[in-house]
């Protein structure tokens, strides 16, 4: 089963996890978020795919959308070989995203799991996060911990590091 966004709002709702979601006209980069209605207490999050320098290992990187990223650094955080951007192929092949629609929840279609969700350690589980259901036409505000225990029910690997 791939995860598309109503069966992320169906999993959320099994969960017993709330959420908000905002509807949206389709968005491509951090720069168009910039007009969507974000809600005051909210963090847009940006999302990188991200692979070492063989290929054999994938992480994907959450992390808020002002924080400067340094691949040098993350590359020695994670104890990993350079780092690189995954492509569009490896990005179907393993999360069944398109680009453009890098998401923590295409962790729900890594089946191998594979990936390794990264993300900053300095992120407060309260926080309310802003990041796409799988589709680039809405926003689903949750608190970041609530992101980690789903993650973790479902057996993702999970790094936090300083950033």
């Known amino acids: 089963m791939s995860f598309a966004k109503n069966n992320i709002y169906d ?3 099994a969960k017993n996890i709330p959420f908000t979601c905002t ?11 910039d007009v969507l209605e974000i809600p005051a207490d909210a963090i847009i ?3 990188l795919f991200l692979r ?15 924080t400067p990223i340094d691949l ?16 569009a192929e490896r990005l179907e092949k393993y999360l069944r ?15 191998s799991k594979s990936v390794i969700f990264v993300s900053s350690k300095n992120l407060p589980p309260s926080a309310i996060i802003g990041i796409h259901p799988n589709d680039n036409t809405a926003t689903v505000w ?12 479902l057996h993702v690997e999970v790094k936090l590091i300083e950033l």
Request: net charge negative; proline share 4%.
């Open 45 to 47: 999050c940006k999302n």
């Open 142 to 153: 949750l608190t970041f911990g609530d992101l980690l225990t789903l993650l973790s029910e």
């Open 72 to 87: 040098k650094q993350l590359a020695t955080s994670l104890g990993s070989s350079r780092l690189s951007f995954a492509s």
């Open 11 to 13: 999993l959320l709702n």
């Open 97 to 111: 995203l398109q680009s453009g629609l890098v998401s923590p929840f295409g962790l729900l279609n890594d089946t």
């Open 52 to 66: 070492n320098n063989n290929g054999k290992q994938h992480f994907l990187l959450t992390i808020p959308a002002a």
């Open 23 to 33: 509807e949206h006209r389709p968005v491509y980069s951090m720069e168009e978020l």
